[in-house]
């Protein structure tokens, strides 16, 4: 470890300079709270760490063109403070809010957790409920713009070349006729790892009292979270009441059953995943 | 690496290993003890410090993060030989016993106030939720902290 | 009652809460010494194998290592963490420095020493060992079952025990007979501050041992014994705690440490990590009780049957103690005409269990409340009102250890504590029938206060006043962090009518303090305290003799106030304590002084009732303790504030008992919970804000008539939060701890 270097670039393009150096054994690190702490358990020695938390460009929260723009290094105490995204994507308002303890949100950020790819990563069934796009620079400053789906391959695993980095994550902007939400479960009500965690979307008429354009992330289930479209065309179109709120939890279930077959923990999952399914609906309503 | 960065309002340069954490930086290389260590993985708060306003665990911060920035750790908490409030309120409601989970709390409670100087219980509590203490339930850490929250 | 205490029984900060505020009280992990050396520990990674090979040459080569020990270079002596006294009974000699032969994962392999922890830890990940591997036992049934594996020499059941008192009643009434089995798990103390020691060998011969521990003169006994050293020759101080819980307990570091110094010929720091203090140093024993009682239909006890197993791990350690001590507990709580107790320690390759927090009261009482719970349901009579029944009076002789248990005021506590609780109208209540259950719970718990009737319980301390008027008081203190200092400060403060701050009070240093056994076995307020009423007391008549000599008045005339002596009836006629200090020394030449031991005269139950209130989410199975009374017999409180504490720290340690803490191995040998991510303590969010009522007499021996508090305020805490669970759900689950899983598992089976 004595001979990992450590660049800390101040803006993008000394970013992109450090980027030239990267190779298959770099690390990036935006908050540092699961690098930093698999470095010291030995899981992970890195020859190059970039650091990115002096990349001030990285740290915000815009509103343009009907989009929500959040920059990679923004803490999840500024997207839980932050009013934009507490209008336009609340989901992802209760997702910051429910991750880690207090000193976790202030040093974990967005772009980490997509980064880090954990298959309980709170933000990331958000962030395809809400149809995110993640942008991506590499090292000659080359941007593209990649689903958080083709992003994540695995546990623990990106899409990433090494000479790349997460910049921003682009949200589009739920009309004011969505709801959206996310609830999780751990082993208590704070500072826990999910167990399971939803993310819903969906857009409401209240003059019928239906529901349409239905998106259902789902975490903690597998190696990787998934967008469950089995469910959301069961929901799409359906009247927006005590039955559907039944229907979604048993098709949860299902889903349930059919993803992790066989696993130690699927006879909770499959039963909590009704309660928690229930809690999701009620903060929609 | 060379880096600089102010604590408990002085200002330090210095040339350190860049991947020591922020934890060991304070404790082996500023003597600043009073931060503690209580399980390396950022569940216990023992390490709190507040990093420009925020508390943040010490033993997840790799030092070349804190470049530039302010860190009061708990020896920055008394000012000129007189206890901080917090400090204070902590050793009249015994909310002190062992010790060891201490500077963490004062450090959560601390940046919590400065962010909301009135907080409700639950506030507390969650402001806490980082920060663990097997002695004492929570409960005189809690009430010294709502009597700070309503001195002012 | 209210005697008119000055200090006893208000509220003071622990002494050194100033320093604690501040982060300027340095701790083993803060300390250092000249030429400090780091160690770091090589655990294995099997559960039971042959070591057959250990290949340093990696490690040798990380800069800063000045040595690398393992089975290869280390005595292959024995010693027995438990060991406080040279001839202690049931104490097997079966831990080695190093394991050649590792019996559990997490059993030590080997240790580096290094100039700084990073290196250590480095060079300790770089030792490369190789395994033969044996087949393991991972439980008592399959280590009592396999006759081929002996995890030790004798085969693998450690400890056996029976107690057979009462005679079975005749029975008058129709009997009902209830069976139940619990079990209860491992668990993890969770100290935050992890297991620390330093050890320097000096070139005169001394070995010098810095720790915090609780118990310096066991300590002392132990590297004594293993090096070969006069008991003069070890010195070992007690430093700063951060938290015990009975994991500090055990004598677990020091031999090692103090073996790495007296090879490497400099001062040796040896820090776990969470991990390790987990996975390798001790556990709260899994316990699993079957109860039978027959309880006649107006529900009276007569008999109580009961067959506990207890889990050792892969040493003998405390296990055989802590394995009898499960029968020393029901008889103190309850009266039972007849009642039969067997039970055994099994050794399995798991890790080694260890003195916790209630010394098997947690274990045992568990079971039988939950049990108690079952009888009172099968009666169809109010839990409350069944226990009301049984529980023993005050000055009650416990059948088993043919001790009285004292001004035992348990029923007090349940009366009390039931109408704070609004017990009967909560709990005819019902639970409700959504997906939200309410229910409330209710156990009592008994313990002791020290060791008499069974080991040393003797103390001996030296208190004297200075020529300023204050006083220090010497004695062999281990405060674990709970105030012991301090409580000890305003016993003798009270004795001498002086503010406790005027009391500087230390903690124990082989060196320089008297004896003292330890603090543990519920023993240091009972009888450490007593110890410094009468050293105090003894002190006082010395200040009143040398006053009466000053004052050309006879002794009887004087009395003490506010730190001065007066002549009775005469207001001017006086002399402050100053006065008295300097005459005494500059005329007298006389210091003022005062020696004393204290012997233990009895050794009366310690009780607590406690009450729960709970939610369960059946959908999740996710609980919540939204209510909670803590009822405390505890003779006298002398600092009030800390007391409640203990209560309110233990109920947070007795939730994590009922609903989430375990150290789970999984079947490959291997801790699943080994750190704070995956084993969890309750934090604040899920604590309710625990209500404390204390009932105080004085009918014992402790100062001022104060009982032991840390120990009994765990003790039945699990249980109520289980009978809420029950009662929430009607179900009779005992099979600890009650997780979301095993919740959700049960409401469907219901």
């Keep these: 470890m004595g001979n990992t270097v450590v660049l800390t670039p101040d803006n993008l393009s000394e970013l992109r300079e450090a980027l030239k150096q990267a190779a298959p054994n770099s690390k990036i690190l935006a908050g540092g709270t699961d690098l930093v702490l698999a470095m010291h358990e030995n899981r992970c020695s890195p020859d190059l760490i970039i650091d990115l938390s002096g990349v001030k460009e990285l740290k915000y929260v815009r509103l343009e063109d009907g989009h929500l723009h959040i920059g990679a290094v923004t803490t999840f105490t500024q997207i839980k403070e932050n009013e934009f995204v ?112 939803i993310a819903l979307v969906v857009k409401y008429n209240h003059v019928l009292n239906t529901i349409s354009d239905v998106r259902v992330g789902l975490g903690a289930i597998g190696v990787k979270a998934f967008r469950d479209r089995r469910v959301e065309e069961i929901l799409n179109g359906q009247q927006a009441d005590d039955h559907l709120a039944q229907v979604l939890a048993e098709e949860l279930s299902m889903t349930v059953q059919k ?26 309503s | ?50 990093i420009d306003g925020e508390a943040v665990n010490s033993c997840l911060v790799l030092a070349p993060q804190v470049r530039g920035k302010e860190i009061i750790t708990v020896e920055g908490l008394a000012g000129d030989g007189e206890l901080d409030s917090l400090q204070q309120k902590f050793i009249e409601h015994s909310a002190v016993e062992c010790g060891f989970c201490t500077p963490g709390m004062l450090m959560s409670a601390k940046a919590l106030l400065m962010k909301n100087p009135h907080p409700s219980e639950e506030e507390i509590r969650q402001a806490l939720a980082g920060n663990l203490c097997r002695c004492s339930g929570y409960s005189k850490i809690i009430e010294a902290v709502k009597d700070v929250a309503s001195l002012s | 009652m209210s005697k008119g205490f000055k200090y006893v029984g208000n509220t003071f900060p622990c002494s050194d809460a100033a320093r604690k505020v501040t982060g300027d009280l340095l701790y083993g992990t803060d300390m250092k010494l000249p030429h400090l050396l780091h160690a770091k520990l090589l655990l294995s990674s099997i559960p039971h194998g042959i070591v057959k090979r250990i290949d340093t040459s990696r490690a040798e080569k990380v800069p800063g290592v000045i040595k690398i020990f393992s089975h290869l270079n280390a005595p292959d002596k024995m010693f027995n963490s438990f060991r406080i006294i040279p001839g202690q009974e049931l104490c097997i000699e079966d831990e080695p420095l190093f394991s050649r032969r590792v019996k559990y994962v997490g059993d030590r392999v080997a240790a ?91 070139c005169s011969g001394k070995l010098t041992v810095w720790t915090p521990t609780q118990g310096v003169f066991g300590v002392r006994t132990v590297l004594a014994e293993f090096f070969g050293l006069s008991y003069s020759k070890v010195r070992v101080i007690k430093i700063p705690m951060g938290g015990s819980f009975g994991g500090k307990q055990e004598f677990l570091f020091e031999p090692l440490t103090a073996f790495m110094a007296m090879e490497t010929k400099r001062p040796v720091k040896l820090l776990l990590d969470r991990e390790e203090c987990i996975i390798h140093t001790r556990v709260r024993p899994a316990v699993k009780t079957k109860i039978k009682t027959v309880v006649t239909k107006s529900g009276k006890l007569q008999e109580f049957t009961a067959d506990s197993t ?135 718990g008994a313990h002791k206060n020290g060791m008499y009737g069974g080991f040393v319980d003797c103390t001996s301390m030296v208190m004297k006043m200075n020529e300023d008027g204050s006083f220090n008081l010497n004695a062999s203190l281990h405060d674990v962090g709970c105030g012991t200092v301090t409580a000890m400060g305003i016993i003798a403060a009270e004795v001498l009518d002086v503010d406790p701050n005027l009391i500087t009070v230390t903690e124990a240093d082989t060196e320089l303090t008297g004896y003292d056994p330890g603090c543990y076995g519920s023993r240091v307020i009972y009888n450490v305290g007593a110890c410094a009423k009468e050293t105090a007391e003894k002190l006082k008549e010395k200040i009143l003799e040398c006053a009466a ?25 006086s002399l402050t304590y100053k006065e008295i200090a300097e005459k005494t020394l500059q005329e007298n030449y006389t210091d003022l002084s005062a020696a004393h031991t204290y012997y233990s005269p009895s050794n009366p139950g310690s009780y607590s009732v406690q009450f729960a209130e709970v939610e369960v989410d059946t959908e999740t199975g996710l609980t919540r303790v939204t209510d909670f009374l803590a009822v405390g017999d505890v003779g006298r409180a002398i600092n009030r504030g800390m007391v409640e504490g203990q209560f309110q720290g233990a109920v947070q340690m007795g939730i994590g008992y009922a609903l989430c803490e375990e150290v789970k191995i999984d ?31 004085e009918g014992d021996d402790g100062p001022f008539g104060a009982k032991s508090v840390g120990e009994i305020s765990a003790v039945p805490t699990a249980a109520a939060v289980i009978n809420a669970v029950n009662h929430a759900l009607g179900t009779s689950l005992s099979d600890m701890p009650l997780t979301p899983e095993k919740l959700l598992a049960a409401v469907k089976n219901r």
Excluded at chain 3, 329 to 355: C, D, E, Q
Excluded at chain 3, 416 to 441: D, L, S, V
Excluded at chain 3, 562 to 571: D, R, Y
């Design chain 3, 112 to 202: 580096v020493a290094a100039t700084s922890l990073a290196a250590a830890r480095e060079a300790a990940a770089l030792i490369d060992v190789e395994y033969e591997e044996l087949p393991a036992l991972l439980t008592t049934e399959e280590a009592l079952s396999n006759k081929e594996v002996k995890i030790q020499p004798g085969g693998n059941l450690a400890h056996e025990y029976e107690v057979d008192v009462g005679e079975v009643p005749f029975k008058a009434e129709e009997c009902i007979t209830v069976e139940s089995e619990t079990q209860t798990q491992r668990t993890h103390h969770g100290a935050l501050e992890p297991h620390v020691c330093l050890a320097y060998y000096d």
């Design chain 3, 549 to 573: 000599f000053i004052l050309h008045k006879p002794k009887e005339y004087l009395i003490i106030e506010n730190g001065s002596v007066f002549v009775k009836g005469t207001e001017y006629l």
């Design chain 1, 86 to 197: 507490r209008k336009h994507a609340l989901c992802l308002t209760e997702a910051a809010a429910l991750i880690g303890s207090n000193q976790i949100r202030n040093a974990g950020t967005i772009g980490g957790n997509i980064g880090n790819a954990s298959p309980a990563g709170d933000t990331i069934p958000v962030l395809m409920a809400l149809e995110a796009r993640i942008r991506v620079m590499d090292s000659l400053g080359q941007v593209e713009e990649k689903d958080v789906d083709e992003l994540i391959v695995g546990s623990g695993k990106t899409s990433l070349k090494c000479d790349q980095v997460i910049t921003e994550v682009i949200i589009p902007v739920l009309g004011d006729d969505y709801r959206s939400t996310f609830v999780k479960l751990g082993s208590r009500r704070a500072v826990t790892i999910s167990k399971l965690n």
């Design chain 2, 1 to 50: 690496m060379q880096i600089e960065f102010k604590v408990n309002g002085k200002s330090c340069s210095l040339d350190i290993c860049p991947t020591m954490r922020l934890i060991d930086l304070l404790r082996d290389e500023l003597g600043l003890t009073g931060t503690k260590e209580g399980c390396g993985e950022g569940e216990c708060g023992a390490c709190t410090v507040i």
């Design chain 3, 310 to 444: 207890l889990d050792a791990g892969a040493f003998s350690g405390s296990a055989p103690d802590y394995t009898s001590s499960l029968a020393l507990k029901v008889t103190k709580l309850y009266r039972i005409p007849h009642y039969k107790h067997t039970g055994r320690a099994v050794y399995t390759n798991t890790v080694k269990s260890g003195g916790a927090r209630g010394w098997a009261a947690p274990e045992i009482i568990t079971a039988t409340e939950v049990h108690m719970d079952q009888v009172a349901r099968k009666l169809k009579m109010d839990p409350v009102e069944f226990r009301l029944q049984n529980l023993v009076h005050p000055y009650d002789l416990d059948l088993v250890l043919n001790l009285s248990v004292g001004d035992a005021r348990v029923i007090e506590c349940l009366e009390r504590g039931a109408e704070a609780f609004h017990w009967k109208e909560r709990y005819n209540q019902g639970m409700g029938r959504g997906r939200y259950r309410r229910g409330i719970g209710a156990a009592c």
């Design chain 1, 259 to 284: 993803a992790i077959p066989g696993r130690y923990s699927l006879p909770y999952k499959k039963e909590a995943i009704k309660g928690l399914a229930h809690d999701a609906w009620a903060n929609l």
């Design chain 3, 667 to 697: 079947e490959q040998g291997k801790p699943v919970n080994n750190s704070f991510k995956k084993y969890h303590l309750v934090n604040a969010p899920d604590m309710p804000d625990v209500q404390v009522l204390l009932i105080e007499h």
